[in-house]
């Protein structure tokens, strides 16, 4: 059967994409995508995949979650029982994750089931946890700090006398936004970073610490066929461990550039990865790129692609899994500046001045429907495009400062 879709000027022929690893594309009627977790990613994958007529189904364990909004499918249940997300894959031509803490255990006994799971299970259990993605990354020739194992307080000690101090102790499972982290200063703060980690009741490992100069990332989709397309690079800049604002493109020499390219397709390459992969990166004093870490799924250094390039990183992940090829990753305008807008209070979701941030047609604003805010809690982001980063980012400041003005 030979059915053509035409999206962004890019006609496909899905027969050609049938037999392939992913979703099997000659579909009789609309494909449907699973995914797992309701959160913000995955309403920003459905509201991507809606134009194109594909049909979503979430699993989440609330049923009022950001997607919700947009998907009329939200069906409640936990994706780490694996019963449950071999059920919800029933009738799904592919299921895949907003979050890199689905249970690969669940994944793989769902995919037992005749379920296709994109990224893979296998993918899935190396990228979760950072200690084997990171040996993997390092055997498959991508540079990475220097790290160790650290199963007792012992193991750290001598981990800081290879190592030098300070260095970072990090849970090896299900850390974000710098929780799962924390510098050692020397061997006499090596106890309280142990006990702040759960004292051994969970993996830990140590790395050493890379005094960088800038922290860069670049976003990267893999379709089935193994095409890839690469966005250009980017510098994210974190406050207190969360992603606070991107700078598209990063300002960095073609030469550290390349050298950024070339390390994100290597690490995503290195674990199999389809779909799109977040690769982030710290580039040291001495002008060196060094992978810290990879997300197996859209990400936050990617969300200003839904304007600022001409296929996004959500449509071009839902083009993957579903074994279509990826459109173009090539920037529209010349800059691009994301803001995070995190909440400042708990309290209700639709913050005093978000009314009047959405009256200024300065910068797109992007607001994820939560019903409650938390300090610290991701309540939306700010994309301002345009030919001047300077103008961009006052442009997606100015507006981002209005959100939570009294
Ligand atoms: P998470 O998965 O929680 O985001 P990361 O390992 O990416 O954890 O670390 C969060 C932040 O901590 C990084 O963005 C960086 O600012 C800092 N960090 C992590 N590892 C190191 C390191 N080895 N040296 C220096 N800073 C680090």
Redesign the pocket.
């Known amino acids: 059967m030979s059915i053509n879709l035409v999206t962004r000027g890019v006609k496909v022929d899905l027969s050609n994409s049938a037999g392939q690893t992913g979703a099997d594309a000659s579909w009789g009627s609309a494909p449907t995508i699973g995914i797992l977790g309701g959160g913000q990613l995955a309403r920003m994958l459905c509201l991507a995949g809606i134009p194109m007529g594909i049909k979503f189904r979430i699993l989440e364990r609330e049923l009022d979650c950001p997607a919700a909004d947009v998907c009329p499918d939200v069906r409640q249940g936990d994706w780490n029982d694996p019963d449950e997300v071999a059920k919800f894959g029933e009738g799904c031509d592919v299921v895949t994750m907003e979050s890199e803490f689905v249970e690969a255990s669940a994944l793989h006994a769902a995919s037992g089931h005749g379920i296709t799971i994109l990224p893979s299970p296998q993918c899935m259990a190396i990228v979760q946890d950072?200690f084997l993605q990171k040996s993997t990354l390092r055997d498959g020739g991508v540079a990475v700090?220097r790290f160790l194992d650290a199963p007792d307080e012992g193991a750290i000690l001598r981990a800081g006398a290879d190592l030098g101090w300070p260095l970072?102790l990090?849970t090896r499972k299900l850390?974000?936004?710098?929780?799962?982290?924390t510098?050692v200063h020397g061997p006499d703060d090596v106890r309280r970073a142990w006990e702040a980690l759960g004292a051994g009741r969970i993996p830990l490992f140590c790395?050493?610490?890379?005094?960088?100069s800038r922290?860069l990332a670049v976003m990267i989709t893999t379709a089935t066929s193994g095409t890839s397309v690469v966005y250009p690079l980017v510098e994210?800049i974190?406050k207190d461990?969360i992603c606070h604002e991107v700078l598209c493109p990063a300002k960095v020499e073609d030469r550290l550039s390349e050298s950024a390219v070339k390390l994100a397709r290597q690490a995503v390459k290195s674990v199999d990865g389809i779909g799109t992969f977040g690769v982030?990166m710290?580039e040291t004093a001495d002008g060196q790129i060094l992978v810290?870490?990879l997300a197996p799924r859209v990400h936050n250094s990617g969300h200003y692609t839904i304007e600022a390039c001409e296929t996004s990183q959500f449509e071009n992940h839902i083009r993957a899994v579903l074994g279509l090829e990826p459109g173009s990753a090539r920037l529209i305008d010349e800059s691009a500046v994301m803001i995070n807008i995190l909440g400042e209070t708990d309290g209700c979701g639709w913050p005093a001045g978000l009314s009047s941030a959405l009256k200024s047609p300065v910068a797109h604003v992007h607001w994820y429907g939560k019903s409650r805010s938390r300090k610290g809690r991701k309540m939306g982001h700010i994309t301002a495009t345009g030919p001047d980063m300077e103008d961009c980012r006052s442009r997606a400041r100015r507006l981002a400062s209005l959100i939570y003005r009294d």
């Open positions: 950072k700090p970072v990090k850390g974000y936004d710098g929780k799962g982290n510098t790395e050493e610490f890379v005094p960088f922290e994210t974190q461990h982030e710290f810290n870490e």
